[in-house]
């Protein structure tokens, strides 16, 4: 691949970059879905292109293309510079980027069991035989399973003279089923939205052992159909981790994306209320929450050797002692914080699009709380788990998620089942009612495999590590008949 | 780019080479620019050249499936065999539907604009100079999009189906923000001479400066004002859980079973329709089939729901040309919808209202209960206070939780004007302004 990295940043330099990289990406996907008892959808795919980065005139410019050629690669070398040039036409603040130690290295995800070495039949016969599970009873409308895995080879160069070969491996699986009744309901395993996702071979998917929690992915489904509705009203809130991880992801992981807080999303995922005179300062949660972005941590969606900066991964606090710490950086950025070394947070969807800055895996520290006895302290709450809804404004403070599933705690027993179970807050005032956290042997990483962001629109992936905790005075139940503040 | 003529080779060189009874070739290309920018400069500026090969086989009622980006000889013979060995993995099924054979289709025109697709990052950049020019004399910071894509979409089949089309955008989006207050604006358009970057920022610029200083009011049930990109959400989600046929035939739709009933006020008629003069559609769907006009509501009452060719031979139809690649969990959806464009002004919307809510857009709508169709979303960059037919001042924005049959069947008034407005699902929906009355919003924030 040298020559090839080569001739972009040498043509890049003769016309007068001032730094340049190049991205070239070889990704392998399979992603295997069955729908009743048939194939949902089935793929295997593989691409392989490059992107290439230059800044020119003190401006950013950037093409890519799939063209593996000389002339490929030096005309995309020159589309870059001509859309720099064009940025320059515009910048008020030449782009500056923050040292960062030159590598030649190479990394890969560690795994035990390669996901493109297991026989296809094998694969569907896993997700057969759950689907036969799940529609032993008439009252399930759809049962789906899924598995994804995706190998993605990364070369990475830049002008500095770094090079860097990456070897990322990613593997999903999950399943679900839709009941009819008086409702129609949902109900997943082991997370919703095509299940867990992690930087993992096969034996991520052997270990969530899916047949053996199908049957019971069943009947909460149809239990779902006839229970209570969730009541409207304020109550203690105890969030299951399949619920907390996209809590972690949309109050706290996008509200610290710098590139969002100095306003350059402002126009589509909008900004956030944790601006920089903030940092060190803003009391983001209860003393207890504490917040860690970790891009080594094993198994995380968004565990690497190095961002698509070149910037090797690393650990820090966004929310230490629940103080705003901290935020997710590039080399472009981290200047505006007076940091003189990027995050390793700028990351890419594929060979095609321009890396900006992504939340890295976040996770909640665990407390020393257990979850029986958590459940024994709360008089009256909610324990809500599984994702179904989520909604956040654009300056991330007022929110809104609905879950799969919830029961009602009275008197420090878990209660009845309840449907349709959401609840709504403002970050901080959530942040700071957070007055329990489960230990860590409840502790798991919850893998967020879609989180959308940019324009044009990139996907990321990332993993978020909490156990239960529990929230005071929550408003749930939103919508429900009896809200005192609109009724639908 | 390459020419229609290279992808076509390209299909019919993969149609040779694979061993299935039935094998289909869907090529997707595009060349993509988009400058972005904030803060008054640009910040992003990019150019994607791609394509993408996906071959679906049918082989002894067993499929598979498989896509490159690859356009060598051997990618593309190796492409054809992937996808026929997850075929012969695969267990029978009876129930796939076999591909079609020729179709006709109805011509689009217009729907290729040279000037569009030779647009470059300089043009781009001289037009948003303009405005961020123009911003900074103001005080106002600027963040927003300008792109212009070219797309072709090729889909052909070993029985003689062979359907191509080729068509460019553009669109121009701004927010606006002067002292932490918003408004934004935005233009998508087939042809980038119908984009005035300088006109559309001025709307997002008045509504930033008219924005200034915002009155705290509770949430509870308003009158509102819905410009057409606020109404774009609710019909997005519409197209979603009300019209395709899957969620009819396993009755998870509120709409199951309602066919002919009457479902939202008199003044709703909403149509799927690739040929409306200013949609962004193409004559086919993704099996192939024609794209056929299919009137979905009228007058309030509903009439029909889109097919493809699997929910049709369950229904016992024909397929309305509404299917996605296959093969899909989702089922077939309308994805150019038409909001059929009443006769009132935005203006005389306001003059009618005592009190009540003018909303430029929402923002992260989401679906709360998909079986009762209920969503929530945030009210964003321009929400003012009506009172007395007039806009008196900018206020905070709430949040809605809402149910869509509620919001249609409580519309008063319907836009004259319509017009196209980028959407979440589909390439755009032709959409007017609303006012709706009990609109629900449940919390409020300070900004």
């Known amino acids: ?488 | 780019m390459y020419n229609e003529n290279f992808i076509r080779d390209i299909g019919t060189k993969i149609i040779e080479y694979s061993k299935a009874q039935q094998t289909e070739v869907f090529i997707y290309g595009n060349l993509s620019s988009l400058s972005r920018f904030s803060e008054n400069e640009i910040t992003q500026n990019v150019t994607q050249e791609d394509i993408n090969i996906s071959v679906r086989v049918i082989h002894n009622n067993r499929i598979g499936k498989a896509t490159t980006n690859r356009i060598d000889d051997p990618s593309l013979k190796q492409l054809a065999s992937n996808a026929f060995e997850i075929a012969l993995f695969q267990k029978e099924d009876k129930s796939i539907t076999p591909l079609p054979e020729h179709q006709e289709y109805e011509e689009i025109k217009d729907t290729y604009d040279k000037e569009t697709a030779d647009y470059s990052a300089m043009d781009r950049a001289k037009a948003i100079k303009s405005v961020t020019d123009e911003c900074e004399k103001q005080e106002i910071n600027a963040a927003g999009i300008f792109s212009n894509n070219t797309v072709y979409i090729c889909l052909m089949n070993s029985k003689g189906l062979y359907a191509y089309n080729k068509f460019t955008g553009a669109e121009f989006s701004i927010t606006a923000t002067k002292n932490k207050r918003a408004g934004w604006a935005e233009k998508t358009v087939k042809k980038v001479k119908d984009i005035n970057t300088l006109d559309i920022a001025n709307i997002a610029i008045k509504k930033s400066i008219d924005g200034q200083n915002p009155s705290i009011i509770e949430p509870g049930k308003y009158t509102v004002v819905l410009e057409p990109a606020a109404v774009t959400d609710f019909i997005s989600y519409l197209s979603f859980l009300g019209f395709g046929a899957l969620s009819h035939i396993e009755k998870r739709s509120l709409f199951s079973g309602k066919i002919g009933e009457k479902v939202f006020s008199d003044n709703i008629t909403i149509s799927d329709d690739a040929y409306y003069p200013i949609s962004q559609g193409i004559p086919f769907d993704f099996e192939g089939m024609p794209r056929k006009r299919i009137t979905l509501i009228e007058n309030g009452v509903l009439k029909g729901i889109v097919y493809d060719l699997k929910t049709a031979k369950i229904a016992g139809t024909e397929s309305t040309g509404h299917g996605l690649p296959q093969p899909n969990e989702c089922g077939p959806m309308p994805l150019n919808l038409v909001l059929k464009p009443g006769n009132a002004t935005i203006r005389e919307m306001i003059e009618s209202t005592k009190k009540g809510l003018l909303i430029t857009h929402f923002h992260y709508t989401n679906v709360l209960n998909p079986k009762e169709m209920i969503i929530t979303g945030m009210t964003r960059d321009g929400v003012f206070l009506i009172e007395n037919g007039e806009v008196k001042k900018p206020v905070n924005n709430m949040r809605f939780t809402e149910s869509i049959p509620n919001i249609f069947k409580n519309v008063e008034m319907v836009g004259k004007k319509a017009i196209l407005q980028s959407s979440f699902f589909g390439n755009g929906f032709v959409i007017p302004g609303l006012k709706v009355n009990n609109f629900t919003f449940t919390s409020k924030t300070d900004f």
């Not at chain 1, 390669?114 to 694969?123: A, G, R, S, T, V």
């Not at chain 1, 409702?183 to 930087?199: A, E, H, K, L, N």
């Not at chain 1, 969807?349 to 976040?362: E, S, V």
């Open chain 1, 1 to 488: 691949m040298r020559k090839f990295t080569d001739l972009a940043l040498n043509t890049a330099k003769i016309v007068g970059a001032s730094y340049c990289d190049i991205r070239i990406i070889n990704t392998e996907y399979e992603n295997i879905k069955t729908r009743n008892g048939e194939i949902g959808s089935i793929n295997k795919s593989e691409t392989m292109g490059y992107g290439i980065r230059v800044i020119i005139d003190g401006a950013w410019g950037f093409a890519s293309s799939s063209l593996m050629t000389k002339e490929g690669i030096e005309n995309t070398t020159r589309k870059a510079i001509d859309t720099g040039k064009a940025s320059a036409l515009t910048i008020r603040n030449r782009i500056k980027l923050v040292p960062e130690p030159v590598y030649e290295d190479k990394w890969t995800t560690p795994y035990i069991i390669d996901p493109f070495n297991i026989k296809l039949k094998d694969k569907l016969d896993l997700l057969y035989a759950a689907d036969e599970i799940l529609r032993k009873d008439k009252r399930i409308v759809i049962a789906t399973g899924n598995l994804g895995f995706l190998r993605e080879h990364q070369w990475f160069a830049n002008t500095e003279g770094s090079f860097i070969e990456q070897i990322l491996l990613r593997s999903g699986a999950g399943i679900s089923a839709t009941a009819i009744g008086d409702d129609v309901q949902i109900r997943s395993y082991p997370t919703s939205f095509g299940g867990q996702y992690m930087s993992m071979g096969y034996e991520m998917v052997e270990s969530l052992k899916l047949l053996d929690n199908a049957e019971r992915v069943r009947d909460e489904a149809i239990a779902l159909t006839t229970a209570d509705q969730c009541p409207p009203g304020k109550k203690d809130l105890i969030l299951g981790t399949g619920q907390l991880g996209l809590q972690i992801h949309e109050s706290v992981g996008h509200a610290t994306e710098l590139d969002r807080v100095l306003g350059m999303e402002a126009n589509y995922a909008g900004t956030s209320f944790a601006t920089i005179e903030k940092l060190n300062n803003f009391k983001y949660g209860a003393s207890k929450v504490n917040l860690v972005a970790d891009s080594t941590i094993p198994g995380g969606l968004a565990t690497i050797g190095y961002d698509d900066d070149g910037v090797r991964a690393q650990r820090w606090h966004i929310v230490k002692n629940g103080i705003l710490s901290g935020y997710s950086t590039s080399r472009e950025l981290a200047h505006t914080i007076r940091e003189n070394r990027s995050r390793g947070s700028n990351r890419a969807d594929g060979y095609n699009n321009i890396p900006i800055i992504r939340i890295t895996n976040l996770s909640l520290v665990p407390g020393d709380w257990t979850l029986e006895d958590l459940i024994s302290d709360t008089e009256d709450g909610i324990y809500m788990d599984t994702n179904r809804s989520w909604s956040i404004d654009q300056r991330r403070l007022n929110f809104q998620f609905g879950t799969e599933i919830a029961w009602e705690i009275r008197n420090g027993k878990k209660g009845r089942m309840l449907r349709n179970a959401n609840y709504q807050g403002i970050t901080p005032e959530f942040w700071n009612s957070c007055d329990a956290i489960c230990d860590e042997k409840h502790w798991q990483l919850i893998g967020v495999p879609n989180c959308g962001k940019g324009q044009p629109g990139q996907r990321a992936e990332m993993s978020h590590g909490c156990s239960p905790a529990r929230f005071r005075n929550i408003k749930i139940g939103v919508g429900q008949k009896g809200n005192t503040s609109g009724q639908v």
